[in-house]
């Protein structure tokens, strides 16, 4: 059985590791190789080696760095396909699915090539009299970053381009479940330049995490992950004085008003809902139908969610794929069926798919259930699953409250023809990022990605410019280059600015 191992210090570790995890293709179901568990003392090499690697990279001059983001921003575009498979053999989501996912982390790295720019400092003159004020930002030292499963290269995308570029070194501690994407990574920093020790990878769980939020060498940690440990991840982290962002979980609610076209919109509710298998943090769990069109577009939805084409990743005529392990396949069709208990009306049924040829695969089919209320467990958890949840409202107020009760504040979206509903939406929600007439509203890579209340904690959104805040810490220097004319300028008094 193959084992994929941690890379530290510029090569791949051999992985003799005493724990294992296994990787399964959750499109047969079958187990396909397993990944190491970093130990203690593998935790404690790669910290050893980032910080002294920082001694170097935090000196390197930009130029050094744009060189080796542009040509690790080149290795990736070459190698785009290559790690697409990696991640659909791993995660289960449709190939075409996979390179866009690679695709978006690749813009993150281009908006890092700009790192010149992005690091320009502050300088008035003469603010007293000889006396000049500059800021600028370093690098805080060893970060780290530890992501989902259900963005293997994306989201570690979102974080370490930036955090290099600043000057940081890197420790990834990529999710379990698919962490091949992480050493393809790893290849080819090698391959473009990074001087060894300024990215590494340590595979594991919970034990090498905890390790690395109490190593009181790692400066900062970015998290993302389910709402619950990004809480946990948070509280640790800050109590041994990291800096820290963690992004939680999300239950991103679309609101259509009656003046929406139901074609437009239930093509898109389809697509957000069940892309990636609902694998989404992004994707559309909760559909708020206002008013006198839901049914109409529920029976387009409905329409289009009997038409989706589920089947193995690889096959480029599939739509949607497999869930990532079979405990969340009896865990999302458990919730299915609680809805159905508590009165819900379930239109499409997703329950006990079967894709002939791969009936060991973890499938759910896609599944729609109609008149879902806020105190049942479908509307209250996290799906994270290909279930599309209809509520109906009277009015938009309605709608804006129900969006804005929910204690996750990721994404949300409003379908609809009038520009006033539009603004008046994307004004009054406690959201971090909407949508209008757009279900997935993902910032572009120059801007930055986060939620709001349990969807993020901390202070700053992930790349664009909270990005480059992020990894950085600001110095102000005032300074003055005496030439003895008019005395030493000296005062006991707190100098007023003359
Ligand atoms: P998860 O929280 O189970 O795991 C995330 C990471 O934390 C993994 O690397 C895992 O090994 C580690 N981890 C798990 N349990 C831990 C514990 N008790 N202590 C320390 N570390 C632990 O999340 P997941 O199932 O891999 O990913 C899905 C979740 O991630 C969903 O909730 C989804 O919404 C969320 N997500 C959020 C965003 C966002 O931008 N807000 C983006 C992608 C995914």
Not at 175 to 182: C, T
């Amino acid at each position: 059985m193959r084992t994929l191992g941690h890379w530290i210090d510029g090569a791949l570790v051999d992985a003799r590791a005493q724990r294992t995890s296994p990787l399964y293709n959750p499109a047969t179901g079958e187990q396909t190789a397993e990944v190491a568990l970093a130990e203690p003392d593998e935790v404690n090499r790669a910290v050893e080696v980032a910080r002294r690697a920082f001694l170097d990279w935090r000196d390197s001059s930009l130029t050094q760095r744009t060189r080796v983001l542009f040509a690790f921003r080149d290795l990736v575009a070459r190698r785009l396909d290559e790690v697409a498979l990696v991640i659909t053999d791993e995660h289960g989501k449709v190939l075409s699915d996979a390179r866009g996912e690679v695709q978006r982390g690749l813009e993150v790295v281009e908006y890092a090539c700009g790192i010149p720019s992005l690091l320009k400092g502050e300088y008035s003159d003469q603010v007293s009299g000889g006396v000049d004020v500059f800021s600028y930002r370093q690098p805080l030292g060893v970060v780290v970053g530890i992501t989902p499963f259900n963005f293997p290269a994306m989201v570690p995308m979102w974080m370490f381009p930036l955090a290099i570029a600043t000057g940081n070194t890197f420790i990834l501690k990529p999710s379990e479940r698919d962490p091949g994407a992480s050493l393809l990574m790893a290849e080819m920093w090698r391959d473009a330049g990074l001087p060894d020790g300024v990215f590494n990878v340590l595979q594991g769980d919970v034990p090498v995490v905890e390790a690395l939020l109490d190593h009181p060498d790692v400066a900062a940690v970015s998290f993302v992950g389910s709402t619950p440990i990004a809480r946990q991840i948070y509280a640790r982290a800050q109590a041994s004085g990291k800096r820290v962002q963690a992004l939680g979980g999300a239950k991103n609610h679309s609101v259509v008003l009656p003046d929406a076209d139901p074609d437009y919109v239930a093509e898109h509710l389809v697509a957000a809902a069940f892309g990636s298998a609902g694998e989404r943090c992004m994707a559309i769990s909760t559909s708020v139908l206002v008013g006198a069109n839901a049914d109409a577009v529920l029976e387009r939805v409905v329409e289009r969610t009997r038409a989706v084409r589920v089947g193995p990743g690889r096959d480029p005529d599939s739509e949607m794929g497999p869930v990532i392990t079979s405990s969340a396949r009896t865990r999302i069709e458990g919730l299915v069926t609680e809805s159905v208990s508590a009165g819900a009306n379930l239109v499409v049924d997703g329950r006990n798919f079967r894709v002939p040829g791969f009936e060991g695969g973890f499938f759910v089919g896609p599944t729609v259930v109609d008149r879902v209320r806020p105190e049942m467990e479908i509307y209250r958890q996290e799906i994270f699953g290909p279930v599309l949840a209809n509520v109906r409202v009277d009015s938009v107020d309605e709608a804006i409250a129900l969006v804005n009760a929910n204690p996750y504040g990721n994404g949300t979206a409003i379908f609809t023809s009038s520009g006033a509903a539009a603004r008046r939406f994307h004004r009054e929600v406690t959201v971090g990022m909407i949508g209008v007439n757009v279900p997935i509203p993902v910032p572009m890579a120059y801007y930055s990605f986060g939620g709001w209340k349990d969807s993020l904690f901390g202070d700053h959104h992930v790349h664009g410019p909270e990005g480059v805040r992020f990894y950085t810490r600001a110095k102000a220097v005032t300074q003055r280059w005496p030439e003895h004319r008019d005395g030493t300028g000296a005062s006991f008094s707190f100098p007023t600015g003359r």
